[in-house]
């Protein structure tokens, strides 16, 4: 196979699993830009200081309702931490706004099945917990007063535009401002993870063309059910920080990876490891200081291996761990006249109609423009 064959049946990959989500992007970070804008926030942040688990459960929901953009949650989870949400709550919504939105579990749904999605939030809800318990053993309460402070002198996050959470839903649904709030939030939340989408879909496309040998090399297949188990589970979230691949990006790969070979828990792990691969990591050091990112990392690799492996075990107890996987043809499906056709299509239309109102919102409506500049 020439050079020239290879990049192009690579990039076929990459487009052909697009086509695949396509639809379930859309949905997903319109349905996210929705929520943003209409969701109160002020009340919520001042619920999240202190400790209990009263605010890292309502750090939890916020998180759900948010963006499922890696950046974007750690940004807005500085933001919280700054303002006084404690640590616990911070952490708490950075794993739920990347593992407990709609736009994930739907293209995790549509590229490896229902199993997965279920396991990526009941895990979501497990790691949240997990950390929440062990978060003082690895930061103390005075590291952790040191961080908030260094993450009031960090600058650069970004507040979602949410003035439309002020009106009854029924004026929000006939308000031009507000739906102009709903495109901006979208549009804000393509523009965040766009390349992680991207570079995601062309990895996931040129891995495709690997015969499943390579895969097996990776990951031990053949060994003792526990060995295997717990192989799978660490080399998982490796890959994923090596692969500067985060969010919605890294279910492409995922699926290459289980269609390879990788165990179920191996893949969960993958997943869950979208907050730290090592852009991230860098980001931690400069919003936090060197000691606390170090000390969160550490945190986050132990409790995604162990929430892994509990989302293993309950699976497996109740017989809902898939044994089928997809082959390289289900993953890079080819266009054809079926329903992705007409949801893709009407994909379309809705992401279309949604850039749409940010324009009208910047180039002459004029509810768009006061919002527009009220935003800056």
Not at 56 to 71: D, E, I, N, P, W
Not at 140 to 163: F, K, P
């Amino acid at each position: 196979m020439s050079v020239a064959n290879t990049i192009w049946d690579g990039i076929s990959n990459a487009f052909l699993m697009a086509w695949t989500v396509w639809w379930a992007l859309v949905l997903g970070f319109a349905i996210s830009g929705i929520v943003q804008a209409w969701v109160p926030r002020e009340r919520i942040e001042n619920a999240l200081g202190g400790g209990g688990w009263r605010p890292v459960a309502t750090a939890t929901g916020l998180g759900a309702a948010s963006s499922s953009c890696s950046y974007a949650a750690i940004a807005i989870a500085r933001s919280l931490f700054a303002k006084g949400a404690s640590a616990a709550s911070a952490l708490a919504f950075q794993f739920a706004s990347t593992n407990l939105v709609v736009e994930l579990g739907l293209v995790i749904w549509v590229l490896i099945g229902w199993q997965f999605t279920l396991a990526e939030f009941v895990g979501g809800l497990v790691l949240i917990a997990i950390t929440t318990v062990l978060l003082r053993l690895f930061v103390s309460e005075r590291l952790e007063i040191q961080a908030r402070e260094h993450a009031r002198q960090a600058d650069g996050d970004h507040e979602h535009r949410a003035a439309g959470e002020q009106m009854p839903l029924r004026q929000r649904l006939a308000s031009a401002e507000s739906w102009s709030e709903v495109g901006e939030n979208f549009r804000h939340d393509w523009g965040m993870v766009y390349k992680e989408v991207l570079i995601g879909f062309f990895l996931a496309g040129f891995l495709g063309l690997l015969g499943n040998g390579f895969f097996n090399g990776l990951f031990i297949v053949h060994a003792p059910e526990p060995l295997r188990l717990l192989e799978n589970v660490l080399v998982g979230p490796l890959i994923a920080v090596l692969s500067f691949v985060c969010s919605v990006g890294n279910v492409p790969l995922a699926a290459v990876l289980w269609s390879g070979g990788i165990s179920f828990a191996g893949v969960i792990g993958f997943v869950f490891a979208d907050l730290l691969v090592l852009p991230i990591v860098v980001i931690y050091r400069k919003y936090y200081g060197s000691r606390f990112a170090l000390r969160i990392v550490a945190l986050m690799f132990v409790t995604i291996v162990v929430s892994a492996l509990v989302v293993n075990g309950l699976f497996s107890v109740a017989g809902e761990i898939p044994h089928a996987r997809p082959t390289r043809a289900e993953i890079f499906a080819s266009v054809r006249v079926d329903y992705r056709l007409f949801t893709n299509i009407i994909g379309l239309v809705v992401f279309t109609a949604l850039f749409a109102l940010t324009a009208r919102g910047r180039f002459g409506d004029p509810a768009g423009s006061a919002a527009a500049e009220d935003a800056r």
